[in-house]
């Protein structure tokens, strides 16, 4: 995933300053790709020298706040990768290991652990169900929507899974032989 392109498709879909892009990203595509407001100024920067965006000083606004839009070489440059290839991610899962160290050298605490990320996974999934009912009810009819839908449906399966996975897991290590 690629932070720049990230920022260009939060932008294409509303133009803004980097503080109203900072929020909106952490309230929809922050939760499948993370970045600081500090990586996200650092990176509108970057786009603006590449070319991708243009920043505006925003009229009557206290400070230097700039809102910002994509230029056509941004939507090309997204147009671009969008289509470009993508070698599958390497997993690399911690729970994985530790699951694997606790199967060699004994009962540890690591049920306990588990136990917190299966509730961290059951609250993002609550928030997501949120999501879908506040956002896509009723069901999307737009093509846009319906593919946004479908990333939202993608990151409820994601943390489904993953409560149901360290909850099997729970009950596997609390399980006497």
Do not use: N
Request: hydrophobic share 40%; with cysteine.
């Amino acid at each position: 995933m690629s932070l720049p392109h990230a920022l260009l498709t939060a932008l294409i879909e509303r133009p803004g300053s980097g503080l109203e892009l900072a929020g909106r990203f952490d309230r929809s595509i922050g939760y499948f790709w993370q970045a600081t407001h500090q990586q996200i100024y650092r990176e509108l920067a970057r786009l603006e020298a590449a070319g991708w965006i243009e920043g505006t000083a925003v009229e009557g606004a206290k400070g230097r706040k700039r809102a910002y839009r994509v230029l056509p070489s941004g939507r090309k440059e997204l147009a671009r990768w969008t289509v470009a290839g993508q070698e599958p991610m390497p997993i690399r899962d911690e729970v994985m290991v530790r699951l694997r160290a606790e199967a060699v050298i004994g009962p540890t605490a690591l049920a306990d652990a588990l136990a917190k990320l299966a509730a961290h996974h059951r609250e993002r999934l609550e928030i997501y169900r949120g999501i879908e009912a506040k956002g896509f009810t009723p069901p999307p009819d737009s093509r846009a929507q319906k593919l946004q839908h479908l990333v939202l449906k993608a990151g409820i399966e994601y943390e489904r899974l993953r409560a149901a996975f360290c909850e099997e897991a729970i009950a596997l290590m609390r399980d006497e032989d």
